[in-house]
């Protein structure tokens, strides 16, 4: 099989895929990673192959860092920020990009290239670098910005986070450090009515990861860090093949 993985360029979305990546290359799959373009020297000094992809027009993302708000931060960062600048830049080039490697398989720590898998007909995983339960983090914005993607790449609104229904949600987090996910959260956050949907009751590398973010399958995933790991690749396998079926 064919895996893309996309991440931003900072090491704090890179490093999350990375044991993801290494157990497919140990299960015999070929992956490709793309990035911003200052992001591809990072990545191909860990052994993956890299390809730059737009970010967005340096000037405007440097004058949407410089009106970061004085709260409500992380919504503006992965709303306004990381969708509607660097999602809608990326989005033809990501397109693109699915097609010519023939990507059977999107593993993405990007929102914007879920739309661009669900855009061109490839399944798709979202690893999320945090337990989305932020304070700060509104998902009803974020799940606007992601409505108004969609929409440029030709796909109705949904109104809905893309996990689990068009895309699996795996973590890095460990589930203790998830916050209840029955409590009422703050006003106005939609956190408290959309979480228990993108549950992921396992999580990577030391105990698991789930075939979809939903249901209570899950698969054994021994420490997925080391390249050549037999047991992290059979993992890896087990998973990939319970998302086609």
């Not at 704090?12 to 020297?41: N, S």
């Not at 709303?79 to 693109?96: H, S």
């Not at 606007?144 to 795996?170: K, N």
Request: charged share 20%.
């Amino acid at each position: 099989m064919r895996i893309l993985f996309v991440c931003a360029a900072g090491l704090g979305h890179v490093h999350p895929l990375i044991p993801l990546a290494r157990a497919a290359v140990a299960a015999g799959d070929e992956v490709l990673f793309a990035t911003a373009a200052e992001g591809v020297a990072a990545i191909e000094r860990l052994g993956f192959p890299a390809v730059a992809v737009p970010a967005g027009d340096p000037g405007e993302v440097a004058a949407a860092w410089a009106r970061l708000p004085d709260r409500d931060v992380n919504t503006y960062v992965v709303a306004d920020i990381f969708v509607r600048i660097q999602g809608r830049a990326a989005l033809p080039a990501q397109r693109a990009l699915i097609e010519d490697f023939g990507a059977d398989l999107v593993v993405s720590a990007e929102l914007g290239a879920l739309v661009a898998a669900q855009a061109s007909g490839t399944p798709s995983a979202y690893v999320g670098i945090t337990a989305l339960d932020l304070d700060d983090l509104d998902l009803d914005r974020v799940v606007a910005a992601i409505d108004d993607l969609r929409a440029v790449a030709g796909l109705p609104r949904s109104g809905r986070l893309p996990f689990p229904d068009e895309a699996a949600y795996l973590s890095p987090v460990p589930p203790t450090l998830w916050a209840d996910q029955h409590m009422s959260r703050r006003a106005g956050s939609g956190i408290g009515t959309r979480m228990p949907k993108v549950r992921c009751r396992a999580w990577f590398p030391t105990e698991g990861i789930s075939a979809r973010a939903s249901t209570p399958r899950s698969v054994r995933w021994p420490a997925a860090t080391r390249s050549g790991d037999s047991s992290s690749s059979r993992c890896w396998r087990h998973w990939v093949d319970s998302t086609r079926t």
